[in-house]
């Protein structure tokens, strides 16, 4: 062996046990999705954009392999149903009690998940809420303090999982409401229907990590992530939506 090569070797050995090395931080495995028609859909964010509310190993876990079990499934369940193929998901979820339980949660999972991570911002970059917006809030609940008490109330009191949810009523009103496990208020199994433009995740999955059982601090720090700017969107898209 020539002597820049054996040089080479030892270089290259003593790198790798050198302890002050810089090491990468440990990625969680992705989980293997089936290749169809349903994907997951990348963060608009890094795993720690939205520290101190939403620690890293809680979104990381929660996008790689929550929202990716209900992608997956989505995938093999569409192999039996070409019905999930066609349409798109905000065509299928007004019909949902026509599709069994296992569609039911895969769908709306799917879809909560994707909109959840559109309304979240790393702090300071996820705007206010419009001038529109907060006329509609004024209205309805009588001020942004007080919508903000109802809505974190609708997240707290959920028994068991499930979400809260700013809607659009077909009236073009707003309305605060919360459904269980994967419902959404766009299916027609919800008890008060409408557009969502704003979503909260109270399963556990979503704070245990770092808040253990008290939802009302998760809740509380959420707050300070959310993406108004994303929000403002929905709502005009929604008043839109209903001329």
């Given at each position: 062996m020539s002597v820049l090569l054996t040089l080479a070797l030892c270089a290259q050995?003593?790198?790798?046990?050198?302890?002050?090395?810089p090491?990468?931080?440990?990625?969680?495995?992705?989980?293997?999705?089936?290749?169809?028609?349903?994907?997951?859909?990348?963060?608009?964010?890094?795993?720690?954009?939205?520290?101190?509310?939403?620690?890293?190993?809680?979104?990381?876990?929660?996008?790689?392999?929550?929202?990716?079990?209900?992608?997956?499934?989505?995938?093999?369940?569409?192999?039996?149903?070409?019905?999930?193929?066609?349409g798109g998901i905000e065509a299928l979820l007004p019909k949902i009690s026509k599709f069994p339980p296992a569609v039911r949660n895969n769908l709306g999972g799917h879809y909560n998940h994707a909109m959840f991570w559109q309304v979240m911002a790393p702090v300071g970059k996820g705007g206010k809420a419009s001038a529109a917006l907060v006329k509609a809030i004024d209205q309805q609940f009588g001020s942004y303090a007080q919508f903000q008490t109802q809505f974190s109330d609708a997240g707290a009191k959920r028994f068991g999982s499930g979400w809260a949810w700013l809607i659009v009523l077909p009236d073009g009103k707003l309305a605060i409401t919360s459904t269980p496990n994967q419902d959404n208020p766009l299916m027609d199994v919800a008890e008060m229907r409408g557009i969502p433009v704003l979503a909260l995740d109270v399963w556990e999955h979503a704070y245990y990590l770092k808040y253990r059982n008290l939802r009302g601090d998760y809740i509380k720090a959420w707050w300070e992530v959310v993406n108004w700017n994303e929000v403002n969107r929905r709502y005009d898209a929604a008043l839109k939506a209903k001329r």
């Amino acid at each position: 062996m020539s002597v820049l090569l054996t040089l080479a070797l030892c270089a290259q050995l003593h790198l790798a046990k050198d302890p002050t090395a810089p090491v990468a931080a440990a990625q969680p495995a992705p989980m293997t999705l089936v290749a169809a028609p349903y994907t997951l859909p990348p963060l608009p964010y890094p795993f720690e954009a939205l520290e101190p509310a939403v620690d890293r190993e809680t979104m990381a876990v929660h996008h790689g392999k929550h929202h990716a079990a209900f992608v997956n499934n989505l995938n093999q369940l569409s192999a039996e149903s070409p019905e999930l193929r066609q349409g798109g998901i905000e065509a299928l979820l007004p019909k949902i009690s026509k599709f069994p339980p296992a569609v039911r949660n895969n769908l709306g999972g799917h879809y909560n998940h994707a909109m959840f991570w559109q309304v979240m911002a790393p702090v300071g970059k996820g705007g206010k809420a419009s001038a529109a917006l907060v006329k509609a809030i004024d209205q309805q609940f009588g001020s942004y303090a007080q919508f903000q008490t109802q809505f974190s109330d609708a997240g707290a009191k959920r028994f068991g999982s499930g979400w809260a949810w700013l809607i659009v009523l077909p009236d073009g009103k707003l309305a605060i409401t919360s459904t269980p496990n994967q419902d959404n208020p766009l299916m027609d199994v919800a008890e008060m229907r409408g557009i969502p433009v704003l979503a909260l995740d109270v399963w556990e999955h979503a704070y245990y990590l770092k808040y253990r059982n008290l939802r009302g601090d998760y809740i509380k720090a959420w707050w300070e992530v959310v993406n108004w700017n994303e929000v403002n969107r929905r709502y005009d898209a929604a008043l839109k939506a209903k001329r």
